[in-house]
């Protein structure tokens, strides 16, 4: 048991509840908290309120709507305008969730921070560092998007669900009636919540993007897209073009609002580039030299053999033992070694 002061970011989805009552039955003195980042969330932070209210513990508010603009929202906005397809979970995560509410855990008097992400923290005593490693249930592993944490955050954190199943974390909201229990995942953008992320982008910048060419490789002409933002590298709906054989995106070239289409061979490269790296031992030196891992290119994507390096500029260099399909500006690319995240880097 311990009396140790924790803050537990809620969400007011099941998860995070059943964190926040697992660290209260532990024996932590628990607070909950709620980010509030835009205007259409009072229900899930009543949802939040109710959790603390069953198991007895106090709940804080925390208006975060400027920061979440600043650092989310924008992000997003601009990344797609770019003509990338970015992750906004990643900015937050970076910004807000493990940055922000730790200043918040701070103001508090609270040395630990706890969220509902499935994925487990160690201390590596031969190495003297903080270990981020997957989750024991494959399915629900989060660590692709936390690639970001440092040591020193890594030590302040607490991730109760990383050593259960999905399933088991239902039945623990549902035997203690937490109102979260039978509450369904979000499956999209928290701040998007129709998916018509262009909608959206148009309506946030108050513009329409224009209309643009579709091209193959060679420069040829085929056609008239509907504006780079309604794209992304991969797509093959959608496209309305007729041609001889199935077309896919290739590329999003912003810069002459142009979408290079191509055969389903032509998305496959065995090479990327990334910035914005985080090596999770806080010693990017140790990429200096090449290093064999795994990686994975998108939240789905099942890590592949690949060897990386850090060059002179900070940038990470990686090669694929075999071509992958896809690969994306914008997303990140995380690296693994074994069920440990060693770290990884936004795609460019």
């Excluded at 499935?118 to 981020?132: G, I």
């Excluded at 239902?170 to 928290?190: E, F, G, M, Y």
């Excluded at 990470?316 to 995240?341: C, M, W």
Aim: aromatic share 10%.
């Amino acid at each position: 048991m311990s009396n140790e002061r924790v803050m537990i970011a809620l969400s007011g989805g099941v998860d995070s509840s059943v964190a926040a009552y697992l660290l209260k039955k532990q024996g932590f003195d628990c607070i909950g908290a709620a980010m509030s980042l835009f205007e259409k969330e009072s229900a899930d932070i009543a949802d939040a309120q109710s959790v603390c209210d069953k198991i007895g513990i106090p709940f804080k508010v925390f208006d975060f709507k400027k920061e979440f603009k600043s650092f989310v929202i924008d992000n997003f906005v601009k990344a797609y305008a770019r003509g990338e397809t970015p992750n906004p979970c990643v900015f937050c995560n970076k910004s807000l969730k493990f940055s922000e509410m730790l200043k918040k855990a701070d103001e508090n008097n609270c040395r630990l921070l706890a969220t509902g992400h499935y994925a487990r923290v160690e201390f590596d005593k031969a190495s003297d560092k903080y270990l981020l490693k997957k989750a024991a249930d494959p399915s629900k592993d989060q660590s692709y998007v936390l690639y970001m944490l440092t040591q020193r955050q890594l030590r302040r954190i607490r991730f109760p669900l990383g050593g259960f199943a999905k399933s088991e974390i239902r039945d623990i909201a549902d035997k203690n009636s937490l109102v979260t229990a039978h509450k369904s995942d979000s499956q999209d953008i928290c701040f998007i919540q129709d998916g018509n992320y262009s909608g959206f982008i148009e309506n946030y910048l108050g513009k329409k993007f224009e209309q643009g060419d579709f091209v193959l490789r060679d420069n040829s002409v085929l056609g008239r897209h509907k504006g780079i933002i309604n794209y992304t590298v991969g797509q093959r709906r959608g496209l309305a073009v007729s041609y001889t054989k199935p077309l896919y995106v290739l590329e999003i070239d912003a810069e002459n609002n142009r979408v290079v289409l191509g055969d389903n061979a032509d998305l496959f490269t065995d090479f990327l580039r990334a910035k914005n790296v985080n090596i999770i031992s806080g010693n990017a030196d140790e990429f200096k030299t090449p290093v064999r891992c795994k990686a994975k290119i998108r939240y789905k994507h099942t890590e592949q053999p690949a060897t990386a390096y850090i060059d002179d500029n900070n940038i990470l260099n990686l090669r694929f033992d075999e071509p992958q399909r896809a690969v994306t500006k914008g997303q990140s690319v995380v690296l693994y070694d074994g069920d440990t995240v060693l770290g990884g880097g936004e795609i460019i």
